[in-house]
Nanobody, 122 residues
């Protein structure tokens, strides 16, 4: 079992950067594939990015490629999402997710955080 707590959201102007963090508690962090989803108001939740449990594979949705970078620090039990050149359409609640031995190749996730709000003004 793992608990996830996101931080780092906020209100920024278009073109700015933010780094989201997700701290995990529980054992076996290094064996979890991790990722980020987001949900904008009135829209369905969508996949943003994922990193495999070994850290060697990363995946991104097309709209954030070349702007967002996912990384993990197993020593700190934390996964990050560096978001650069933010756009108003990135405005959403961002959720951290985890699943045992996830390989960043899609599928469902077993654990979800509570979410952190990111708002990008034009």
């Amino acid at each position: 079992q793992v608990q996830l707590v996101e931080s780092g959201g906020g209100l920024v102007q278009a073109g700015a950067s933010l780094r989201l963090s997700c701290a995990a508690s529980g054992s076996g962090f290094s064996s979890y594939g991790l990722g980020w989803f987001r949900q904008a108001s009135g829209k369905e939740r969508e996949f943003v990015s994922a990193i495999s449990w070994g850290g060697g594979r990363r995946a991104y949705t097309d709209s954030v490629k070349d702007r967002f970078t996912i990384s993990r620090d197993n020593a700190k039990n934390t996964v990050y999402l560096q978001m650069n050149n933010l756009k108003p359409e990135d405005t959403a609640v961002y959720f951290c997710v985890a699943k045992r031995f996830g390989s960043a190749d899609g599928g469902s996730y077993d654990y979800w955080g509570q979410g952190t709000q990111v708002t990008v003004s034009s």
